[in-house]
Structure formats: C-alpha cells, structure tokens
C-alpha cells in the first residue's frame, strides 16, 4: 500500500485558515492525492484531488509540493461545521482499491 | 444527504441470524465499494466490485458474503456474526475502480450491532 503520514490532531480557531499537511514520500508518478473528510456519525465524503498541480474547488485548496512527496490541504475559513477526521489517500493508479490512513482529526475552536 | 443509499441506517442481530446490508447508487459509476469502521478508526476495505464482478477480497471471512446484482446494487449478506463484527459498514462507489482520479463518494453507513 501506498502509505501517508498525517498529525494524528490539530486545532483551528474559528474563521481562520487551516492547513492540513500530508506526507508521501514513497508516492508513484501517476498516484493521484486524495482527501476526504469524515464529519461525526457520517461517511467519509470526498473533499478534492490532484496528481502534480495545485486545485482549487468550492471545498478547499490542495497545494502539492514540487516533488509530490508532500501536499497541504487548505481549508481558507474554518467553519464549525469543518471539524471532521481528514484523511489524506494515495489513489494508485491501476489498483481497483483505496486504503486509509489514520487521518488527522481537526477540532475547531469558536 | 448523499448520492450513495445505504440500507438499514441500523441493525441488531442474533449471532444466528441471517440479514443483508443493501447499497444502490444511481450515478452510474462502475465499481463499488464496502468498507468496515470500528470507532475511531479509520474505514477498512473488505470487497471491491468492479463491473459487477468481485475484483478484491481483503481476506474477509466468509460469514460477510457480498453480492452486486447490477451495476447499482450492492448487497452485503450477513450469517453467523460473532460480536467483533460489531462496526460501521460503509458502501462507496466511483465511477472507475482502476482510474486514480476517480474519486470515491461514500453512503453513511449501517450501524450493526451483534448480539
């Protein structure tokens, strides 16, 4: 398996920044970064992906560094409603499957 | 609410019973997914469908029997739970199971209880 590293918690104040790091050193040139979050007594939902450059879309941005073996997702204002497990994935490309980490549990601070 | 529909939201059951969990998903997406959650932990892949034909077995006993009848349904079926089986089963599916960028969109799960 493809594996990724993440802080096992972090914090935010409400309304600020967050920036989730994420770690994959042994990443393949065609292995796509995923992220997903898990809110409390939900499924995990699908936050945003990318393979080398930066993505934006209306969730979060994913910043990827220069050689991939590291990405930062961003969440530009945190909500209350963001407080959630995030978990960073490697989706390798060819294999019919997709593993979790331990993901990094966000606590947000009013 | 989400795209992918999971049947029951909760289910107890005897450690004789028989039951099955069930799954649709109508975005035509060609693989599915079923994945069990303990509490805090992260989801664990059990079976991976892929145009209807079973693609991936993570070594899950053969007490949990899965089954997709058509490109939308999935089914889990359930004998002779122990306990430990106890968790949160999570279906998923994605348009492609082999594509890397084809994200997976999840249901929220059956809650199950085995007594």
């Known amino acids: 398996d493809a594996k990724t590293t993440q802080p096992n918690s972090m914090e935010s104040n409400e309304e600020e920044p967050v920036h989730l790091p994420c770690n994959h050193s042994?990443?393949?040139?065609?292995?796509?970064i995923h992220w997903y979050r898990q809110l409390p007594s939900q499924g995990p939902e699908y936050v945003i992906h990318?393979?080398?450059s930066n993505v934006n879309n209306r969730m979060a941005s994913l910043a990827i560094a220069e050689d991939r073996k590291s990405s930062t997702l961003i969440l530009h204002r945190a909500t209350l409603r963001d407080a959630a497990v995030y978990y960073c994935?490697?989706?390798?490309?060819?294999?019919?499957?997709?593993?979790f980490g331990t993901g990094t549990r966000l606590t947000v601070i009013p | 609410d989400t795209e992918v529909t999971q049947t029951p939201k909760h289910l107890v059951m005897g450690m004789t019973n028989k039951k099955s969990l069930k799954c649709e998903q109508h975005?035509?997406?060609?693989?599915m997914y079923w994945y069990k959650q303990k509490a805090k932990k992260p989801p664990e892949l059990m079976f991976v469908?892929?145009?209807?034909?079973?693609?991936i077995n993570e070594s899950v006993p053969s007490r949990f029997s899965p089954e997709c009848p058509n490109s939308s349904l999935l089914n889990l079926h359930l004998h002779a739970l122990q306990p430990e089986d106890s968790a949160l089963y999570l279906c998923?599916?994605?348009?492609?199971?082999?594509?890397?960028?084809?994200?997976?969109?999840f249901g929220n799960g059956t809650r199950l209880t085995v007594t």
């Open positions: 998923a599916s994605s348009q492609s199971g082999t594509r890397a960028n084809s994200p997976l969109h």
């Open positions: 042994t990443i393949s040139g065609t292995d796509y």
């Open positions: 990318g393979l080398t």
């Open positions: 994935i490697l989706r390798v490309a060819g294999a019919n499957n997709l593993f």
């Open positions: 975005m035509g997406h060609r693989a």
């Open positions: 469908y892929s145009y209807e034909k079973l693609s």
